[in-house]
Every structure is written in structure tokens, then in C-alpha cells.
């Protein structure tokens, strides 16, 4: 089996209890995460040989972080000990109408300081068939958006599969800087997670016909990135609807071939903890393709996989590849005894 | 007060708090359940003078077992002490569209593993008025096959009223071996739990017509069945629609003289716990009959008994007969205060 | 900035986990709360100087609710402390179609106990602009009847603002107590919460026509209401339905110079906790005519606060004006971050 | 099996975890005990045939209660449920030089405040063979004065063994109070546990000569106190040293025909909970008299049992004999496994 | 009553409970605390009027260190909100033989990165009493330590008694920064908190004769100070031996007109969380200084406090003026009911 | 870096909290261990590459248990799956003078029924330098007894060191069973635990003459093993005093070359868990064979080791190399920080 490789940050969470707000808690809960360590545990869990790429401090929190790798099965021995501080951030989980909230403390973190030699891609590579990074991991630093680029470079170079997920996040960079990266990455990519609202704002694509449907934008601008970049081979993206912090839909999309294919329309409510469903969902796209099988199952799949998320606390997914299909293939949530 | 009497196993269940799964846990919270105690303990609370008929270890888990009946007020002066394990189950609490999982550890436990002269049904019978079992024993050993008819024999001969639930559990025994012992126990029943599927897979009952409503062709079955063992009195079954782990619909039947009487409809969302909820619904067509009251009113007892059950943790049903003739009276869930 | 008044008992509220019984727990969540209370800790986090009058016992109990008082900002310099005991509650949080109960356990409490002339509210009322009272205040004892009457009338002296909410508890007095205490009270309001059922049960209103709308209800006793007691500016209350204990819609409806303003109709679902709504809804209100906004934001703040106020445990809104403000005009529950 | 009989008020306990103060807690561990409840579920956990005669609340707490004594096998028939309140108190366990703290909440219990007639000691006494009673009980209400002693009387009329306990508690009575009840009481009793301070301070002997070692001391008040009241049989108490909150030293004195006879000095240290202790040692020697084990087995049995209690949570000795013997004659804590 | 002031930076501290590590932790315990934070929550719960100075980041972590603050009455006026980040750290609790360790996480935080003119002294020292500052302080940056001179100056010019514990932190400076600072910042000290490693590595004193008893050397090193520094009337530390994470030793020293009081040894064993003993023992120095009890009682009283701190989990001495002088005054743990 | 092999069951272990009985419970704590698999997580912690061979169910249990090995970087490649279930133990911990009790519900495991073919060492000694396993592998079936001979054999014809832990089992087996089979073992074996009891009742070694001190005992016994097993180089053992279940003293105990060398002794108070300990040491011992550290150093580290362990929960001890080294030399509990 052929390596699969994902570079980013791994975080340390910390979350009160659904119900209680962070200013008045006594106590948090750990979990471990950040969306490539996601992708990676999630596709270790369907049974990949995964490589992991990051660098956290060499105290317990960086240990931490290891053993929830190491648990999962994601190899850290690309994981480099060194640096101040393991990235942090709290959240507030939401409730009916009430958002979850997100207070960031993950700057001078060691994966944000890494140095650019501390990493050879050229024998990560080896044997690689897979390389997954999103665009957190170029908005955390300068020295990181370098590296990126670099490393997807490099891997194009060794002919491995890349995956890129835009994953924009606002409290880490403008829209602007975000753009100008991502359209330096986009000619070395493979496999594109990106929505119509990146496609918008963040790549500045004329906007669609008034009166198109949410559907028949997204095919407009997929077939108009692919005119742009026609390497990207694979696009992908989720349409979601928030009613409440508990309460969301979600449908998967696949464009491939310049046609797209989507999930069915899940309704899932009582949500338990959404953070993570994303990295679940492109998880469930790459196994899909390293696997071979067909955009129907893999886009079937991949929303089983990011539905299912919802109802586990923590940021990893570590359902198996038969749990995710019986759950897609399921009418309902019978007991099983 | 006549004593009533159940017989069967009662099970050391250890489960993540919701939204955990067991792989990934380090702490398990313990409940003690079984069909047929939870049956006894729901009725104890009700008011009735139980007496479970039963074998467990002489340890702690066995101990703990007995603390769980006495609490409740369910006598155990027929659960003999002995044997090596208690039969144990985990169980991975569903949520939203991920079901319930059960992982099963009973086996060779000190009830499977009982033997048939261990129990004086002679003197366990004197001054009874009613004898419930359901499907799970027979299915345990044939040992326990054995001795269950037994036990439902000498009921009839003592005059006690017996009642018999199908609860076919595949993980036990295949649909043929269910039949098989079934048929030869139904001669002895005069109240009997089971629903269309049971008439069908396992009685073997030929299929309703076709165009049937569900209410028609669960008329239909009861009628045949009565046809067949007319010592049957009282047909009783629930229907639950599935939608999710968290949102079940819930209907009572209860067929008696030749008529379906049937409860509302409970929607029933957010629910904390749905294992034990038939054996609320058992109780509370065991209470109705028991204390004479009317068919309509039993019904609907019971099915409130069943709703409620899903409110709490655990298996057990500990609502008082004030409580559940409230909540099937009620209209919503107002503070009381 | 001025002083808000508010006088009240303040309790220490003890519940199971959501899903548990009272008689099956081994340990109890506490939290302080009382009607009063929790519209003064609500105002302190929306930035208003608040003082609590009453009075706890000199003991790690009394303390604790001086301790969660101060730590919300709200001055506890006229907390007296002394008397035997700090008025408790269980509650039993209700789930799904299962009500919450609550258990009393509040007699002879010091707050029940305290004299008449324990407070001094020539010193209290100087430069404060606003005095809050419920109707369980009066209800505890006669000696707060009194008292509330007394200090009522200081307030109107001082020329402070006041406000009553009926907060109308069967458990504490009977309709016709409540009545006629409460009218010997209105003379002395300018801000006066009460419902349709209050204005007809307690104060004896002649039924509105049937065929009416409840809006047009609502507005038929207002009016009513201002002509018996002109000197009453505005009249506040909302309109709850209660699908179950985990699913409710809420309105508000706030009338002034005749007009009848309403928020938009909240559906609550996942109901984490909701004592102390009608409190944060107060709280609202007040904010609102305190700082001079208009009424149509007045009452969208207030029942933004009150719906906010179900997604957190405790008795207490801990919310800022800007979340609250937020929250009105947000659409659905998205991740912020 | 002869019945055996207390009588007392059963509490719910609720106390921080260790190392946490009351006032600054967020949640309680409920526990419940009272001192003759703790004796009667020590000895039904011995194996004894054990009543409670007592009085609760008909609500979710008076319930907690029964459900404590019936999971330790104690008889409810006598627990009478009604009254406002279940008696309650605040324990914030010590640890180390800290002292343990209760606060009591005690006041308008159910059991206080219940009546002479509301129970039936002619029923009660029948068939029973010992009746175990403490200090507390008369100290609680005037109307427990009196039918404590009613009791007391009709136990010695029917042939009853009896035991009295001082535990004088001294935020319930005084010394005078406790000492003119007691004088009233000791005519009626066959087993006595008390201990130097009570003779001194409350009955008033004489003050043992100076220079008296602690042993012989308690030999001169106990002849003493057999001069005036022939007619108890056996004296019993403990010498405990407390030298911290968390290690103490524990010995057990029982006087018997003239003879006083020792156990071992237990040197207690990392004490889990001391409450309750007292009633360990008392059910001991009553377990040794019911049992007729010699008084040199009996007073060691009663001290190992007490010093067991200190390993757990809880008011509540719930060992078997047998590991009460192995611990009295274990030399250490090895694992056994 | 005057006020008094306590400048310094307030962290989050975040600990796995005892016995388990950090880096395999699912949870952690959340308190805040920091040295001069911690002796004014001591000195608030005292009874004193204590005014915090210090800046933490307007968001939830910042809500919640003022919320401690107030919860304990210390006054929050001149905590300035904004800033990036709140100082964190980590603490594994030692047990026995294992210390405990610490990872600071503490850069960049709101507090180390406030401005000179952000705070200003002059409104500060207006009608104060007492100034208290650690060596915490002046060590977290530059501006800090100028900030820190600056405050003693000033406090100085408006007649305030000053107070300076070393505190030296080996992970923020070292000895030579340290002693550098500090020697500039004694000539405006009335009280100092220092011990013999402080005189000898921090400021240089030349070693005390061989042969000299501890209590002599202290003598030695303290009148060497008091030639240099005649400003400082009071010198105090303490005297600690480790045995293990769980059993120290504690003595009390308190330097007074060239003479050494000396509390008595307190063996502190089954140590709960030994932090923030040291500012427990200045809060008991600060008292007896301020409401002017003898130099012995001070000392005692001190130490007591100081002992307790042990026995509670958190950084915060929450004990009264009463608590502690009955502990000082006790003699064992026995239970107070 | 060459393979270090244990081959051995893993064990789930459920534990109530300390201060808490199995049969009261509500709640169990979750650990994974066992001999063999807690020598290879101490040696993984210690920097070894160590594979672990054994068998587990492929259900969330036996998952559980791989998760747990991963996490510690143990390798799981020869960690099969199949069979039915995970043996189990429940653990009900001891405080003071109470000691731990065990529970096995071990039998019929997927380890015990194992079959002989379904281990390839041939595969598993390539490129191994260590293999370890200790009696209780070969005490829990006939089968597993075979295997374990053929497995040592295999590994000295592979040239792999052999190390041997007696670690007797009552519950398993009898003494004449594990003598007989043991003897079988020893001719394989280079290093090997045993103490003066085992050499005694397993081995029938002549009983040490009388007089002779605990260590001229060991010596004797170690030359006289040696003298018959002339291939065992390294004796290993360690004096262990259980003063209480909280306190018990130990000294470990290395003879090499005929020499006996012993390291300081510990006195381990406040003891957390001290289950694995043994497991501690002797991979102290094998990481001092291993990286070739002398007797004396290896000695003292493995005693550090296992005095470390009963600092924490669970079975494994997860201390790093620097830290035991640190450990070692410390004088005492102090905070780093």
C-alpha cells in the first residue's frame, strides 16, 4: 500500500461541556485536531497507510497530540519535536439557535515556526500516491504558504496524486492574500475542494446567472475553474444548510469528468459536534478515488462519512469504511442487537 | 397482593455517554437490564409485589445486579447465588442517524448455565397470579429452553396467568430455532407480545393480502393466531417508526375479544434511551390487566409507560402509575412548580 | 450610571443530569437562581450597575450565592446575612415529552424570615433608577408582602422606576391571595409584566370576546388593564407554546402608548435549560428602557435574550449586549471562526 | 431469622468532593445516612433481618431514601411517607489538617415533626429480637423524646433486646437536656455505647481519680454506671485518636461481665470517610451479640468494621462478614488477585 | 477601610486531576491564578478591600479570570481588557514520590505586552493602604519591570506601604537579571519576602559562617539586609522541606525590629495542591501587618493560612479570618457537627 | 534499532473510582493492560521499537485495545483479530488498609483459545533482539503453554535474548502445574524474575537455612537456580513491604555475574495504582540490558521505574527515559517550575 501524505497544524481543543459557556466552566475537554491531522486519522481509519507532516512542541501537549496520531494509526515519524507551543484554540459548542464559538490562541505555534528545511519532501514522497493539504496550512505563516508550494511542487514533480481543500478561514488571513496564494497552488492540484462562495470571492470568477440554481452555479463554475486549471481533475464541495447549531443539511458534491454527481440530501439533527465533518467529507472523496471506486459510491460515501461525524464529539472521524457504507446504505437508526 | 413472577437474565450493560464511542472511551457507565427484570422492576414501581426468578454470581457484579432489584423493590429471594460470570453487553448509545450498537459478552454467564433443578417452580408459583417470560430465555441454552416450558407448564397448573414476549434477537438463535420453541410454548400463553414480523418470520403465518393497511393486517395475524392457540386472551404489539436514534414514532396495540384497540401515536423526539422501552410497554399491558382496567385505558398506559421510558437513562423504567396516567393525559411539557 | 434595585429570594437550585431521576442519582448540579436574582445578574452582564437586596445565611450556602452573585458584577452590599437556611430546589430536568419537576424546599428560609426592618430603603433607593420586583416575593411570607409593598412606595418617593413581573406560582399562594396582593401592589408599577391568564384568573378581568385573536386578546387586557392602572407605561409577557420539555416557540409582545410590538416567533428546539427565561426576557425589556431604545428592538433584544437564555444550563443569562444583539439578527447557527 | 429493629431519621447527605469547598462547588454527591439507618444497612449487609422505623417525604428525595435502604436489604414496611422535608445536611470532607465541616439542614423533617401515633410499636416488635436506638433520635423533637422512650418501654415488655447509642450531638441539645433524657432512657436498655466524656459530662459520675490511665478510667465509669443501671449488660465505645482529618488511630473497648476487652489499635491513615464509623463499630458488637461470638472476636470484629468504613464513601459500611473477618486478621493490603 | 493593591498578571491554569498526566489526559481541571492575583482573592476573603491591577484579552478566557476575581470580591476596575492572549499554563499534579511538573504557556499575553501609560497609578494609590508586587512581575518583559519600579515610586510618594515577595521563577529570568532588577527595586520596600537562596544567589550577600543553624543563618542574612536597605521593616519566608509531592513540612518566619518569630512546624501531609501556599502565607503576613496583631500571631496566623492552602485544590486561599485563626489555634481534624 | 517481541493477553480493566465498591458503582474506569502488554508499552515510552503478539476480537474492545498500544507506539502488526471476546477484569481499588480486589472474567478469551498456527515467529524473531513473556501466558491454556515453549525455542535458535517473568497466578493455576511447566521453560531463558517464593513453592528449591537475612536468602537462591540453569544470566526480583494499600516500601534486586546489586529502598506513600509495577521494573531491568547500562545504574532506573508507576492510573507506565533517570536522583516532590 502506497503512502498517503498530509501536511498541517495539529491543534489542541478545548471545549466545556454542550450547555455551559467557557467564561463560566470549571473543567474543558481535550481533543486533538486540525483539518489535515483530520483527513489523515479519518482515511487511517479506512484502513490507509498514512503520513502525517507537522511539528509540535516536545512537551506532553506535543505528546498529546502524537498519541492521539499514533492511536488513530497516522505514522508520525515526519512529526518533527521542537518549537514553543502547541496551537490552541477553545470552543464554545453551540446549541439550537446559539453558534458554536472559536477563540483562536495558535499564533508563534512550532508548526507556524517550522523552518523550511526542516522537512524533505523529496523522501516523503517516496512511495507516496497521495498528498492532501488544505489552505490553512499557507495562511498560518509566510514561511508556510512557501512550503506549501513547495511541497505540492515536489510532489507533482514525484508524480503523486495532490489534493487541495480551500478551507478559508477569515480570522487567519483576508480574502485578498487568500486568492493570490491559492491561485499560485491551483496549477499544481489534482483534486479541489472549493464551493461557490471561494470560487466568488476568493478567485474572483464573474458571478453566475441570476436565477441559476444553487446547482447549476456550481457546475458553471467548476467547468469554468477547470477551463482555468485543467489539471484539476476532481472537484468537490458540500452544500449545507444551518437551521440551528443542532440542526443542519448537508449534500454532498463530485464533479468529475464535467459532470456532477451528488449525494443524497442528509438531514441531520441533534448534532453532537459538526467541527471535523469537512475533513470527513474530503476524506471520503480521496478514499474514494485511491480506491477506485465510482463518483456515485465515492460522493454517496464521503457524505455518509461527514454526516456521520456530527454525531461523535472530537474533531477525528474513526468510523471504518463497513460503518460508513451500511450507514449510507441505512433507512434509519435502528438498535443493532 | 398476589405475586408476580419473572423469569430470565439480568445483563451488566456498560455504556460511553452519548456522543462517545466504546473504542475510543475510558470511562463506561453501568446499568443492569434484562427483558424480564426490566419488566419486574417496571411493575415493582408500579406498586406490584415481584418476585424475579434468576441465577447470577456470587460477586460483585452479582451483588450489584441484586442491589438493582432490591432498590426497586423487586424481591430476589429466587435469584440463586452462583456460577462464574454475569452475562454482560456494551453498548454504544446512537444518536441522530447513527444507530445503537450492542456488543453481546453473555455467554457461559452463571443464568445460561443454570440448571433445570436448580428452581422449585412448585414453590415459586404458590400464591402467583401472573408468570412472565419472554423469548430471550428459551434462546440462552437449551437448558433454559427446557426449563422455561417447564416453567410455563406448572403455571398452568398452579392457575397463574402466564405472558410470553417474542423479543426474537437474532445474535441469540436463527428465526427457525425461535419458531420451533415458540410454538411449542404458546399452548401455554395467555397473554402474548409479538408483532407482524414474528407472525410471519417465525410462526410462519401465511403473508397478509396485499393492499392491506397495517392495522388490517396486524388484525389479520392476531386472528389467525387466536384461531390456532385460542388460549391466548390478550394480543399485544407496539408500532415504532425508526426516523432516527434521536426521533422514533410510537403506537400501541392491544388486541383482546376480537378487537385492535390502539393508542396515539407518540411522537417521540430527543431521546435518551430507548433499550428497555418494550418491557415498559409489557408492563403497562401487565398493570391494565392485572388491576382490571379497561382495554382503551391499558393500551394507552402502556405506551405512555413505553414514551416515557425513552426520557431516561438505563433500562429501567421507574415511573410511578400516578406519573405515566399524567403523561398520557398531558398535552406538553410544561415546568411543574 | 445609576443603581438598579432589585429584591428577591435567591435559591440554590440542585438537579440531576438531563436524563436522570431525583431518586436514582448520587450527585446534584448546583446553581443559584430566584426570579429577581436572575434579573439582576442579567443586567449586570449587559453592563448595568445592579444591587440585590435580601438576605442568605451566614454559611458556605449563603455564601456560595453571594459568590455567584458578585462574580456576575452584582453589588451584594444589601445582602443580609444571618436566618437559619438558604431556600433550596430540586428540579429534575425535563427531556423530550417528560416534564421538568421541581421540588420545594424553601420554608423558613432566611430570605422568608427577614424583618421588616432589616432593610433601609431610604439608602438603598438613593440614585438608583430602577426597582425590580416578582410576585414571589410577596408570596413567601407576610412579612414580604409587606415589605414589598413598602418598599414599592419608597421607590415611587425616590421617583425610581418600577417594574413587577406576576411570576405567578401556584406552589407559594392561591389565586385569590395573589389577586388581591397584587392589586394593592399596581398602583405603585410603571412597568408591568403579566399575561392573559394573570389579567383574568388573578385580576378578575372580564374574559376578552370570544373569536378573538390572541394578539387581539393581549391587547383587549392591556388596554383594560391601563385604564384600572394608568399609571402602568408598559405592559410586557410572551406567548410560549410548549411542544415538550425540549421543543418550544417563543414571542414577545411588549405594549406601550397603546401599541402592541412583537418580536418574531422563536422555535427553541434542544432545549438545554430553560428556568430563568422569563427572567432574561424581563431583563431584556428593562435594558431596553433603560437605554433608550425603541420598542420594536426592545422587544427583539428581550427575546432574543429569553431564547438565548434555553441554550445554557443555570438559572442565569450570562449573555453581553452584543451577543444578544447578534444573536436577534443572525440567521442560523453557523461555526464563528 | 429474628427481626431487629431501629429507629431514627435517615438524611440526604450532599458533600463537595474532596479537596473542594461547599461555597465555591458547582455539583454535590448525594449520599444517604443517618446514624440508626447506617447501623440497620450495616447489619442487613451482615446478613441480619433488618426494619427501619422512620418517617419520609412522599416525594423524589423521601423516595432516594427508601431505594438506598432497600438496595441494602433493610425493611421499608416501617418507613412511613409524608410530612414536608427530608432532613438534610452539608458535609465538606476534610483532608489532611482541615477538618471535616457539616453544616445542618435539618429542621421540619418529616421524621421531626412526626407524630406518637403514626407508629405502631406493638406491630413493629413483634417477632423481633433486638431493638437499636441512638441519642440523636430523642434530640431531634420533643415528640422523639417521648417516643423514643414509649419504644423503649414496649421493646422490654415484649422481650426485646435493646441497645442505646449517645452519639450526643451538641448543635442538636444540650448537655443538660441530653443528660436528663438519657437518665430517663438508660433503665430500659441491655447494651450501652458510651464513652468517658458522656459519662462524665452528661450523666454526671464522678471524675475518675487522677493519674488513671485512659484503660482503667473507662473501667471505673462503666462499674460505675452498671452500679446504677444493673441492668445493662454490655458498655461499648471506641478510643479514637484523630491526628489528622486523613489519618487517625481507632480502638474498640467492650465491657461485658465486668471484663472490658480490647481490639488492636488500628492506625488509620489516607481515610476516605470517617462518617459513619461510629455506626460500623456499633453494628459489630451487635452483629457479635446476635451471633453469640465470644467478646474478644466481637470487639474485634466491631473495631475491623469500623476501620473499613473509613476506606469508602459514603455513610454506609456495606462489607460481608467475611470480609470483615479477613480484614480483621489481614496483615496488610496486598492485591489479591 | 483603605485599599489595597495588588499589580500582577493573571493566568489560567489547566490541570488533569491527580494521578493522571497530561499528554494522556482527556480532560482538564480549569482555575486562574497568579501570585499577587492570589494574595488579593486571600486578602479579599480576609475581609479587605482589594483593587487588582492587571490586563487580560477581552474574550471568554479573560471574562473568566475576572469573574474568579470577583467571585472572591476583589475589585476588577483596573483590570484592563484587551491584548491578544491570557497567560496559560499547564500543571501535572505530583502524588507521592513525583513532583509536580509545570509548562508554561504564557508569551505574548495581554498582561506581558501592556503599555506604561495603560495604567495609571496616581487614581490607583488614591486612598490606598498597602501595594503588593511579586518578582513575577518585573520578570515577564521590559516594560513590565519598568512599569513595576514605576508603581513602587509612586506608591512610595503617596505614603503607601509597599510589599515585594522574590517569587524567582528560574524559567522567566536568571539570577543575574533578577538580582539586578531587584536590588533597584528593595530601596522602595517596607516589607520583603525573601529566603537565604534569594540573599545569597539573588543579591549576592556573603555566606553565613559554617556551622550555623538555619534559623541563625536567616537571622544573619536579614540583618545583612536591613544595614543595606534600612527601609525594609519587615523580612519574611518560610521554611519548607519536601518529603514528597504529598508531605512537606512548613514553618513560618517573620523578621520584625531584628527580631525572628518563628510559627510552629506544621507536617502537612495527603497534600491536595500545594500552589499558591507561598501567597497564601504573604496575604496572612499582610494581615497581621495591616490590622496590627502581634508579630507572632501574625506569623502563626500566616503559616496556618498557608497549611490550609494545602488541603485545596486551586490557587485561591478562600479561608476567613476565623477559619484560619481556629486552625492555627486546633489541635487534630476532628469533625465539627 | 532491532525488534524487542512480548507475546501475552491484553487485558480490558474496569475499575470504580478509589473510595468506591464494584457493587455500588455507577461508573467504571477503562485501562487496557496485562503483563507482556505493559512491558512493551513501558519499553515503547523507554524509546524501543516493540512489537506485541497476541489476539483480540475485532470488536470495539479488541480495537480498543490496539488503540491503546498504537497510542504508546507499541506495534501491533502481530496483534490478531478474531475470536470472541476481550478478556476482562474488574478491579476494585484499595486505600489504606483495604486491599485491592480483582475479578477475573478472563475465561474463553480471543488470546486463550488462540491456536497454535495462528503465530508465525519464524517471521516475528527477524531482526529481534529481546522477547519477552511472562508465566501468566502459559497459565491460561494448554494451548498457550505450547506455544509459549515453542515460541522461546524459536527464539534462541533465532539468537534472540529470553526473558522470563514467573509472575505466579493463584486464580490461574496451581502451584504444581506452574512448577512443571516453568521447568520446561528455563532452559530457554537469559534473564529471568523470580523471587524467594517462587524458587520455593514453584521450583522446590531446598528452604534457605534458618537465620539467614532476606538478602543472603536471595543470593543463595539465585546461585543454587543458577547452578541448575547455568543459561540464565540475569536474576531479577524486588522486595516489596505492603506496609497498607496506600504505603508499601520496595527495593529491587539484580544478580549478575554472582553478584547481587540492589537499589536504595523506596518508601511509595499516597499510592495511586500500583498495578503494572512489577511490569515497570522488569522493563527497567531489559532497558538497562539492552542499552547496556551497568548493574548498578539498571537496577536503580528499573526501581525508579516502578516506584513512578504507582504514581499513576492504569497499568502503564508511560514515564520517558529522562524522567525515571531524573526520578532516580531526585531527593524529593518538589514543583518544577
Redesign the interface.
Known sequence: MKKIVTLGEILLR?SPK??????????????YGGAEANVGVALANLGMQVYFVSKVPN???G??AI??L????VHTDYVKKGG??LG???M?P????????????R??SSFTLMEYDEVNFEAIFKDASLFHVSGITPAVSAMMRELTIHALKKAKEKGVLTSFDFNY?S?LWSQEEAGATIKEILPYIDICSCGELDALYLLGLPQAGEGMQQEERLRYYYHSLQSQYPNIKYFTSTFR???????NTLQGNYYVDGKLHQSKV?H????????GAGDAFASGILYGIITNISPERTVSFATAAA??K?????DSN?FSAEEITA?AN????????
Request: charged share 20%; hydrophobic share 30%.
Open positions: 478545548l454542550p450547555g455551559e459557556r467557557v467564561h463560566q466552566s470549571n473543567q474543558l475537554l481535550m481533543h512537551n506532553p501537549l505528546q498529546g498519541r492521539h499514533n492511536a488513530n494509526q514553543e507551543r490552541t484554540y477553545y464554545e453551540g446549541v439550537g439557535g446559539r453558534s458554536t464559538q472559536v477563540i483562536y490562541d499564533k508563534n478561514r480570522k444548510e444551518v437551521i440551528s447549531a443542532s440542526t442528509y441531520i439533527d441533534h448534532i453532537v459536534d459538526r467541527v454526516a456521520l456530527h454525531t461523535i464529539h472530537g474513526t450507514f441505512q433507512e434509519s437508526g435502528k438498535i443493532v442487537r
